[in-house]
Structure formats: structure tokens, C-alpha cells
T-cell receptor, first 112, second 115 residues
Framework: GNSVTQMEGPVTLSEEAFLTINCTYT??????LFWYVQYPGEGLQLLLK?????DKGSNKGFEATYRKETTSFHLEKGSVQVSDSAVYFC???????????FGTGTRLLVSP | SQTIHQWPATLVQPVGSPLSLECTVE??????LYWYRQAAGRGLQLLFY??????ISSEVPQNLSASRPQDRQFILSSKKLLLSDSGFYLC??????????????FGDGTRLSIL
């Protein structure tokens, strides 16, 4: 079945550092890929998405590229801020009905 | 624009008591609706989804049930809560078109504590 694997957290960075959160997936067909962010005590917000190979999703300085050859969708940001501290979830949606499969989430802690 | 509302935001219930969590969506029609549970420090587990009124699919056998009495209303229930039902419950919706490109949009969640 479909699955998503994310790097273990927490990821601890200083403000303005470069961020990478790794995400790899296993899926049949051509899934759509998503990154969601969850701030403390809140629900999930869609951060970005990519729907086909080589697509780059971007939002709020974050970006991720759909790499079919490596089955990856790593999240990157060039300069993180304290306000980026949150839990980040990678997810995929297989072909057909939109049942999302989530990774376990990666907590990001950014210190001033 | 579309909005999703969940209530209550927090709930403390004794073991064995009933449960009813409600979720409503505004600004769209015939959405797909979902209930997830997030255990502390863990990922999201899909509990139920619905593609239309009265149509409920269960992903995991458990102590919970779901109902969709109206197009934009999704209810999560239990007759007798267990300690293991504690967690953060999230409702979500997506466009009713059967297209995996459409993202899901989440409510703010209900934190349920069972004593």
C-alpha cells in the first residue's frame, strides 16, 4: 500500500538557518504530494503541493520538488524564522479518491 | 470562501460516557468529509470518510462511529468512551470531485481527554 516516511524530529535550528525536512514515499501510479503544517494547539494547514513529477510547490518561502526518480518530496526553506516552529507533515494522495496518507510528522524548533 | 468549524475545542469526559463531536463546512456543496485522530506525538490516523449524505466508510474498527445527516455536517460519536479514545480529533473536507489533486482542508480540532 501507499506509505510516507519522514525524518525523525525534532529538528532544532537557529533563526536564519537553512531547513531541509526529508520525505520519501511509496505509492503505485502517480500520487499527488502535500506538505501540511500544524502550529501548537491548531489543526493542519496546507503549506504546498505538487501533482506531477518535477513540479515544485512553494509557499511562504518553503518549497519542495516532486522527484519521481528518488520518490522524494523534501521540504526546504532558505532562512527559517522563530515563527516557523511547528510540526510538518508530508502526505500523499493516490490516484482516484483523495484518501491522504500522512507521515508521522517532524517537529521543527527555531531559536532566536 | 469555504470554512470548516469543529466543536467543542476541548472536552473532558469520564470513561463510559457518550461522545458527540460536530463538524460543519460552509461555502461549498457536496464536499468529501473526513475524521482523523492524532494521538499525542504521533501522526494522523484516518477514522472515517464520507462522499455524500448517509455514506460513511470506516477505515479502522473501533469504538467510534460517524454520521452525515446533512450535506455539510459530519458527526463523530461513541456510546461508551474508552481511555484509549483520548486524542486530538480533526475534521477535514475536500472538493467532491474524485480527483487526488485536491487538498484536504482541516478544522482546528477537538482535544478529547478521557478520565
Amino acid at each position: 500500500g501507499n506509505s510516507v516516511t519522514q525524518m525523525e524530529g525534532p529538528v532544532t535550528l537557529s533563526e536564519e538557518a537553512f531547513l531541509t525536512i526529508n520525505c520519501t514515499y511509496t505509492a503505485t501510479g502517480y500520487p499527488s504530494l502535500f506538505w501540511y503544517v500544524q502550529y501548537p494547539g491548531e489543526g493542519l494547514q496546507l503549506l504546498l503541493k505538487a501533482t506531477k513529477a518535477d513540479d515544485k510547490g512553494s509557499n511562504k518561502g518553503f518549497e519542495a520538488t516532486y522527484r519521481k526518480e528518488t520518490t522524494s518530496f523534501h521540504l526546504e526553506k532558505g532562512s527559517v524564522q522563530v515563527s516557523d516552529s511547528a510540526v510538518y507533515f508530508c502526505a500523499l494522495s493516490g490516484t482516484g479518491f483523495q484518501k491522504l496518507v500522512f507521515g508521522t510528522g517532524t517537529r521543527l524548533l527555531v531559536s532566536p | 470562501s469555504q470554512t470548516i468549524h469543529q466543536w467543542p475545542a476541548t472536552l473532558v469526559q469520564p470513561v463510559g460516557s457518550p461522545l458527540s463531536l460536530e463538524c460543519t463546512v460552509e461555502g461549498t456543496s457536496n464536499p468529501n468529509l473526513y475524521w482523523y485522530r492524532q494521538a499525542a506525538g504521533r501522526g494522523l490516523q484516518l477514522l472515517f470518510y464520507s462522499v455524500g449524505i448517509g455514506q460513511i466508510s470506516s477505515e479502522v474498527p473501533q469504538n467510534l462511529s460517524a454520521s452525515r445527516p446533512q450535506d455539510r455536517q459530519f458527526i463523530l460519536s461513541s456510546k461508551k468512551l474508552l481511555l484509549s479514545d483520548s486524542g486530538f480529533y480533526l475534521c477535514a473536507w475536500s472538493s467532491g470531485h474524485s480527483n487526488s489533486n485536491q487538498p484536504q482542508h482541516f478544522g482546528d480540532g477537538t482535544r478529547l481527554s478521557i478520565l
